[in-house]
């Protein structure tokens, strides 16, 4: 954008660079933080800050913690289910699962997704740790939350072949309609992981 002071091209450019972000709302930002109070601008800068400072990854799981704290609060729960693991792609996953109030067992973040096109192998995710933590014994079921997507299955086949061995209930998260859909608005590719997803009413 020609014309601009440099400051404020370069906080465009920053927000720019954030995922989701185009150019309209990145340029909105901008100037609603040159507008506003000093104060917010203030605590922004604070918070951004302390998210690199303050936090750091839990050492049996890689989810995100406070900094300098070795295990994250759901590792520290004696009350979680030590024979369930759910293992996610990436720490946002393991918010979404636990506001469902669903899943009351562990799990391990792997920090991304297989993806032989961008260069992104076994040995760049969080996946020895994952079989170290498997081959102790304790864990009954592997539960494979990785995302619907090329790479999310692949990603989950990968693993599964790696602990088929150990002998363990290997699941994936169910796919198909989302409640309140119709048929007639469903993608051939839903319809047919809801048909093959299909459970007993009996």
Do not use: W
Not at 13 to 29: N, Q, V
Not at 100 to 123: K, M
Not at 185 to 199: C, E, I, K, W
């Amino acid at each position: 954008m020609a014309g601009l002071p440099e400051p404020v091209q370069a906080l465009i450019d920053a927000f720019e660079r954030l995922p989701g972000i185009g150019p309209k709302t990145a340029s909105r930002l901008a100037f609603y933080l040159l507008n506003a109070p000093l104060e917010s601008s203030s605590r922004l800068a604070e918070a951004l800050q302390g998210l690199k400072r303050d936090t750091g990854f839990c050492q049996m799981c890689f989810n995100i913690t406070l900094a300098g704290q070795s295990l994250c609060d759901i590792c520290a729960d004696p009350q979680r289910d030590d024979q369930s693991l759910c293992v996610v792609e990436e720490p946002l996953d393991v918010l979404v699962l636990e506001r469902t109030g669903g899943f009351h067992g562990r799990y391990h973040v792997l920090h991304g997704v297989l993806s032989p096109i961008e260069g992104v192998g076994p040995d760049d995710l969080k996946i020895r740790p994952l079989l170290e933590r498997v081959k102790t014994g304790k864990i009954k079921e592997i539960i494979l939350a990785t995302n619907p997507s090329m790479e999310g299955d692949a990603t989950a086949l990968y693993l599964r072949q790696q602990m088929l061995p150990l002998g363990l209930r290997i699941t994936r998260l169910a796919r198909g309609l989302p409640v309140g859909g119709d048929l007639e608005y469903a993608d051939q590719n839903t319809l047919l992981r809801a048909l093959s997803g299909r459970q007993d009413m009996s």
